[in-house]
């Protein structure tokens, strides 16, 4: 009989990892919810719209600008969230 070794984390050796990891919390939907009514704005807003860029006055979608402003929200929330750890 051979015995199981283990990690320092206390896995078995080439298993997996137990439990659910895909598991949708509270937080999680809210999330999703979030996400799904902020793209139905977005994609609602299909009109053309002049946006001011500093200096030059540009015309885009509506709905472009919306989402580059909302990736933009969500990248420096990311970074602020990772700098609390």
Do not use: C, H
Request: cysteine-free; overall charge positive; hydrophobic content about 50%.
């Amino acid at each position: 009989m051979t015995a199981k070794t283990t990690s320092r984390s206390g896995r078995k050796a080439g298993g997996t990892q137990s439990g659910r990891r895909w598991a949708l919390t509270p937080k999680g939907i809210a999330v999703l919810v979030l996400l799904v009514l902020a793209l139905v704005f977005i994609f609602e807003n299909t009109r053309d719209t002049e946006i001011r860029l500093l200096v030059p006055l540009v015309t885009m979608p509506l709905w472009l600008a919306l989402l580059a402003m909302g990736v933009v929200g969500a990248l420096v929330g990311a970074y602020f969230m990772g700098r609390r750890r």
